[in-house]
């Protein structure tokens, strides 16, 4: 029978607090990125201009069809090198959270783009024309109209998805990047302790990603009553 | 004010309007009515250019609509539109509602916007009203809230697009009270309405459509008393009725 030993967690703490700090940064980067490029995308992809509208389109199908792990191990490979010749940074310096993040935001805003798209379309088309016939340009429609509604139906939405995104952070190990899950498997391949530090980890990320799930359940339930 | 010579407009194979003639001067109430489908409803976002039109020409106040260099935005801004669905900003109070265009788009400051809208609910019995959101008002309620919204851009004329077909019998008439006060009071209006009662107390013209065709155009007394067209006459016996 295997005998859990908890003792090594409490001194890795300091690290493990780190490394979540990895993750939510690579997390809000990339929530607040995705859905800025991804709300444009949406609006290129909705637009009746064709090539931005090929363009969107073929933006988000291609980031849908192709594994997250893969994007990340591109990002990984090719962009510090790009970075390096475009901005002259010395050649191996550790540019892996930048390119971890670049890479999550791209592929996130494919999903916020939909996301969004769907929003859009829930807004009812009698809304646009009315902010229209106001001589609202299109941009104030979006902005004052639209939008504002779109995103009022697409928290609950957006909110899974940050929880999704939350998770995946998790694949920067394979760029040996000290997240708070690559944290916890060092700290506990080093002690020996890598059963108990895992189970530690799974329980964080259950903690937190069960909280913000019930916190969309209350919005959700919320929002049907307004 | 408004003119429009030979209008068409075709949904891919299907024709809606079809070279549509007709005009409302300074000052006077036309009222559009005709059967479902007849193409009423395009024919008036014609007007502001909310649906593009394939040939002819529409004028308002002598600015093309079709015209590619016109900024429709700023024809809209003067022109103001009531559709049967209320349009209200669902996410902002009913203040907020009336003053947001006047600010951003006439560029007015804020409590000079807010006390033209306050104005303007006073006018329409709604004062009361202001701090809420559309959803808690009642339909009839609603409809006057946006005829003030469209008021409050001080337009050089008004467009109403069936604005009472949504609502429930019992409020139709807080609508048309509103709408016949604002025809006394000398404003150009186009309205498409199936309220025969209404286009007989307000009404100067009234213009019949079927099949996306203007089939009559003549004065509210000749037109009630006498419809020259057969399909006119069989629209009239049907709805006057009840």
Known sequence: MYEFDWSSIPGALPFLIQGMGVSLEITITAIIVGIIWGTLLAMMRLSSIKPLSWFAAGYVNLFRAIPLVMVLLWFFL???????????????????????????????????????????????????????????TYGQTMRLVVLPQAFRNMVPLLLTQAIILFQDTSLVYVSALADFFGTAAKVGDRDGRLVEMLLFAGAVYFVICFAVSQLVRYYQKKLKTA | MITMNKVSKRYGSFQVLTECTTHVNKGEVVVVCGPSGSGKSTLIKCVNGLEPFHSGEITVNGVSVGDPKTNLSKLRSHVGMVFQNFELFPHMSIAHNLAIAQIKVLGRDKAEAEEKGMQLLDRVGLRAQALKYPGQLSGGQQQRVAIARALAMDPICMLFDEPTSALDPEMINEVLDVMTELAQEGMTMMCVTHEMGFAKRVAHRVVFMDHGRIVEDDNKDAFFANPSSERAQQFLAKILQH
């Open chain 1, 78 to 136: 090719i962009v510090p090198h790009l970075l390096e010749s475009i901005f002259g940074f010395p050649r191996g310096s550790d540019m892996r959270l930048g390119s971890a993040i670049t890479g999550f935001a791209l592929f996130e805003a494919a999903y916020y783009s939909e996301i969004i798209r769907a929003g859009i379309q829930s807004v009812p088309k009698g809304q646009m024309a009315a902010a229209n016939a106001l001589g609202m």
